[in-house]
């Protein structure tokens, strides 16, 4: 095959992040939906990194707007996983199809 | 083949493996795991794009510090009769539908779309660049993302506080309702 | 004078021609290189932990007014390895109901995250295996990563004693982190590089160490990488007398030898790092580089042991009180005078 270039990696975090959308509308633990999150972050990271190399290597913008990712998403976890706390404190179960108190 | 397509295909083997793991595991401490190899992964192809700096921060927040984290959650509302209960809902057929279909789409649109690929040099030096960066076109949002960091960091304690600091003298403790019945149709 | 680079240069380029030879492209020779330097580097780690483990008995026993190891070779210095024999022997009992897979996983990944670390640590003129351009946000990167092990074993081991031990030990590792890290931000800021080698390279003179530019970040850092390390004064999560053995209360055999062999790994890797970054690495006037380099860090190790029979045990919530409430305030205090420092000294 011809060398690696920037589709690889593209379609490589599409790869990802279809696996990561797969597992957000399937898993039942919160947690499970949680990582599956992660993983849909990681992709996007991956093409981010994947442009700043290809298409503009002279300004690394796109490793700058990665790390940006890299912090809002550790944010997100927290809070999420916070809540997730909160959730089995109140309730001793953390499955997602079973939280729906605020369903009309 | 050399060795740098080499590298790249045995990490993204690497990554799609452990990502399928994570999210088709029955236990949930094993999908953590697999999770914490695919990040180790997706550092992996962050030095492949010459971006040593942040392979680093990938693995010092990612694995370190979000993974961590999570596995501390896993501990903390483990059930011991969890390994019996369904670890995914219903729509398993429609949920694999989408996302290949999905996957699809974003393929064929990839293969498609003639990218204006640059051969200019990347930036000498591990972060400086990034340094720079960071303080002078991108210092609005370095400092947003610091209050965010901050915004979080104090929710997440409050949130997760237990209930008798705030004054409710016990949880309520209640079971989850079961979940609804299935329409038919 | 007796300088090993460029023994290391003959045998680098020796598996060049060897490798050339059989036919095999530029890969291979990298390969097989890398491989050497690898095994090169695990034969040092085991003789100086082999080493630390009988010096860490003579020492304790000599500050506690005993002789130590004395029967097995002069001075017991064979002490170490009967131990390591009879830990070999012994029987490899798996508990039942405990997870298989992150039970076996949990010690190799404890050793790996400790071992990998000695690919970018300076041990002489031209010893660096690989001089990265990250080199020491490397370090600190692996170093998060034995958290990951730690609670592997915790959890794996299905005993709640393991389990708080496991936490217990997390939970301090990873508060230590962060003064650590800022420690080393305030020496990164003065050096401008994040490269083990260059950062070795700028303190040749004795006056250029940076411990006389930075004694508050050394402070920190010998205090936060005395708890990274989980020993005494903040060795609670393993102390014997209180959670049995923490997180490797389960472990036997060949397996807490992994676990045991990883903590004296970590404490000789922080010792090294704090030689590269304070003390001017291997720069010294008329030993070989590595020599000055070993008896730097070998007095790192000393100290850190030394901590050990001199404190008393802190409490959990005050080793979490001391580490969020006081170490991490004065880490930024030390980022901002490092500041102010370079902004007027530059002007």
């Given at each position: 095959m011809a060398g690696i270039g920037l589709t690889h990696y593209l379609t490589l975090s599409a790869v990802v992040f279809c696996i990561g959308v797969f597992g957000m509308l399937t898993r039942r633990n919160a947690i499970g939906v949680l990582m599956s999150i992660e993983l849909m972050f990681n992709a996007v990271n991956i093409t981010l990194v994947a442009f700043a190399r290809y298409v503009t290597p002279a300004t690394v913008t796109g490793q700058v707007v990665a790390i940006f990712t890299i912090a809002v998403a550790a944010a997100e976890a927290t809070v999420a996983l916070a809540i997730v706390l909160l959730i089995y404190q109140h309730y001793r179960g953390i499955d997602v199809d079973r939280v729906n108190f605020m369903k009309w | 083949m050399d060795t740098f397509s080499l590298a790249f295909y045995a990490l993204a083997f690497l990554i799609i493996a452990a990502a399928i793991f994570v999210v088709t595991s029955k236990n949930i401490f094993h999908s953590a795991i697999y999770l914490i190899l695919a990040l180790f992964g997706v550092a992996g192809i962050y030095v492949l794009l010459q971006a040593p700096f942040l392979a680093a921060a990938q693995v010092l927040i990612y694995v370190g510090a979000v993974s961590m984290l999570m596995i501390f959650a896993i501990m903390l509302t483990a059930r011991i009769a969890d390994d019996s209960i369904r670890h995914t809902n219903e729509q398993v057929g429609t949920g694999l539908l989408v996302s290949l279909g999905l996957l699809a789409v974003i393929v064929y649109s990839l293969w498609q779309t003639p990218f204006p690929i640059s051969a200019a040099p990347m930036p000498e030096g591990a972060g400086g660049t990034i340094g720079r960066l960071l303080l002078t076109q991108f210092v609005l949002p370095f400092e947003i993302v610091s209050v965010l960091l901050l915004g979080a960091l104090i929710g997440a304690v409050v949130i997760a506080q237990k209930d008798k600091v705030r004054g409710v003298s016990e949880p309520p403790n209640t079971p989850l309702p079961k979940p609804a019945e299935k329409v038919a149709g | 004078m007796l300088e090993l680079d460029k023994l290391v240069k003959i045998i680098g380029d020796g598996i060049d021609a060897g490798i050339s030879?059989?036919?095999?492209?530029?890969?291979?020779?990298?390969?097989?290189?890398?491989?050497?330097?690898?095994?090169?580097?695990?034969?040092?780690?085991?003789?100086?932990?082999?080493?630390?483990?009988?010096?860490?008995?003579?020492?304790?026993?000599?500050?506690?007014?005993?002789?130590?190891?004395?029967?097995?070779?002069?001075?017991?210095?064979?002490?170490?390895?009967?131990?390591?024999?009879?830990?070999?022997?012994?029987?490899?009992?798996?508990?039942?109901?405990?997870?298989?897979?992150?039970?076996?996983?949990?010690?190799?990944?404890?050793?790996?995250?400790?071992?990998?670390?000695?690919?970018?640590?300076?041990?002489?003129?031209?010893?660096?295996?690989?001089?990265?351009?990250?080199?020491?946000?490397?370090?600190?990167?692996?170093?998060?990563?034995?958290?990951?092990?730690?609670?592997?074993?915790?959890?794996?081991?299905?005993?709640?004693?393991?389990?708080?031990?496991?936490?217990?030990?997390?939970?301090?590792?990873?508060?230590?982190?962060?003064?650590?890290?800022?420690?080393?931000?305030?020496?990164?800021?003065?050096?401008?590089?994040?490269?083990?080698?260059?950062?070795?390279?700028?303190?040749?003179?004795?006056?250029?160490?940076?411990?006389?530019?930075?004694?508050?970040?050394?402070?920190?850092?010998?205090?936060?990488?005395?708890?990274?390390?989980?020993?005494?004064?903040?060795?609670?999560?393993?102390?014997?007398?209180?959670?049995?053995?923490?997180?490797?209360?389960?472990?036997?055999?060949?397996?807490?030898?992994?676990?045991?062999?990883?903590?004296?790994?970590?404490?000789?890797?922080?010792?090294?790092?704090?030689?590269?970054?304070?003390?001017?690495?291997?720069?010294?006037?008329?030993?070989?580089?590595?020599a000055w380099f070993m008896i730097k860090t070998l007095l790192g190790v000393f100290v850190l042991m030394w901590f050990r029979w001199t404190y008393p045990r802190l409490r959990v919530d005050q080793l979490m009180s001391f580490a969020w409430k006081f170490l991490l305030p004065l880490a930024f205090i030390n980022i901002v005078l490092t500041g102010l420092g370079i902004y007027i000294f530059k002007s």
């Amino acid at each position: 095959m011809a060398g690696i270039g920037l589709t690889h990696y593209l379609t490589l975090s599409a790869v990802v992040f279809c696996i990561g959308v797969f597992g957000m509308l399937t898993r039942r633990n919160a947690i499970g939906v949680l990582m599956s999150i992660e993983l849909m972050f990681n992709a996007v990271n991956i093409t981010l990194v994947a442009f700043a190399r290809y298409v503009t290597p002279a300004t690394v913008t796109g490793q700058v707007v990665a790390i940006f990712t890299i912090a809002v998403a550790a944010a997100e976890a927290t809070v999420a996983l916070a809540i997730v706390l909160l959730i089995y404190q109140h309730y001793r179960g953390i499955d997602v199809d079973r939280v729906n108190f605020m369903k009309w | 083949m050399d060795t740098f397509s080499l590298a790249f295909y045995a990490l993204a083997f690497l990554i799609i493996a452990a990502a399928i793991f994570v999210v088709t595991s029955k236990n949930i401490f094993h999908s953590a795991i697999y999770l914490i190899l695919a990040l180790f992964g997706v550092a992996g192809i962050y030095v492949l794009l010459q971006a040593p700096f942040l392979a680093a921060a990938q693995v010092l927040i990612y694995v370190g510090a979000v993974s961590m984290l999570m596995i501390f959650a896993i501990m903390l509302t483990a059930r011991i009769a969890d390994d019996s209960i369904r670890h995914t809902n219903e729509q398993v057929g429609t949920g694999l539908l989408v996302s290949l279909g999905l996957l699809a789409v974003i393929v064929y649109s990839l293969w498609q779309t003639p990218f204006p690929i640059s051969a200019a040099p990347m930036p000498e030096g591990a972060g400086g660049t990034i340094g720079r960066l960071l303080l002078t076109q991108f210092v609005l949002p370095f400092e947003i993302v610091s209050v965010l960091l901050l915004g979080a960091l104090i929710g997440a304690v409050v949130i997760a506080q237990k209930d008798k600091v705030r004054g409710v003298s016990e949880p309520p403790n209640t079971p989850l309702p079961k979940p609804a019945e299935k329409v038919a149709g | 004078m007796l300088e090993l680079d460029k023994l290391v240069k003959i045998i680098g380029d020796g598996i060049d021609a060897g490798i050339s030879a059989l036919g095999l492209g530029p890969a291979w020779v990298v390969l097989v290189q890398l491989i050497v330097a690898a095994a090169v580097v695990l034969i040092f780690a085991s003789l100086v932990v082999l080493f630390l483990v009988w010096w860490e008995r003579k020492v304790s026993a000599r500050f506690q007014m005993r002789l130590g190891p004395m029967r097995v070779g002069w001075q017991g210095t064979i002490q170490t390895i009967a131990d390591a024999l009879k830990l070999l022997q012994k029987e490899l009992i798996t508990p039942a109901n405990v997870d298989r897979g992150i039970y076996f996983w949990a010690p190799v990944v404890t050793f790996v995250a400790a071992l990998a670390v000695y690919v970018t640590i300076p041990f002489g003129k031209g010893l660096i295996v690989r001089d990265l351009n990250i080199g020491i946000l490397y370090i600190l990167s692996i170093t998060t990563f034995t958290v990951i092990g730690l609670l592997m074993a915790g959890w794996s081991s299905n005993n709640k004693y393991a389990l708080l031990g496991g936490f217990r030990s997390a939970a301090q590792v990873v508060s230590y982190e962060v003064p650590m890290a800022l420690a080393v931000v305030g020496v990164i800021m003065l050096t401008q590089t994040l490269s083990m080698g260059e950062i070795v390279a700028q303190q040749q003179k004795f006056y250029q160490w940076y411990i006389w530019r930075q004694p508050l970040g050394f402070l920190i850092y010998l205090v936060a990488a005395t708890a990274e390390c989980n020993r005494t004064p903040f060795d609670l999560p393993e102390a014997d007398s209180e959670l049995v053995a923490g997180f490797v209360t389960e472990y036997s055999g060949m397996k807490f030898a992994m676990f045991f062999l990883a903590e004296f790994l970590n404490m000789f890797t922080v010792a090294a790092v704090a030689t590269t970054l304070f003390f001017g690495g291997w720069n010294g006037p008329v030993l070989p580089s590595w020599a000055w380099f070993m008896i730097k860090t070998l007095l790192g190790v000393f100290v850190l042991m030394w901590f050990r029979w001199t404190y008393p045990r802190l409490r959990v919530d005050q080793l979490m009180s001391f580490a969020w409430k006081f170490l991490l305030p004065l880490a930024f205090i030390n980022i901002v005078l490092t500041g102010l420092g370079i902004y007027i000294f530059k002007s």
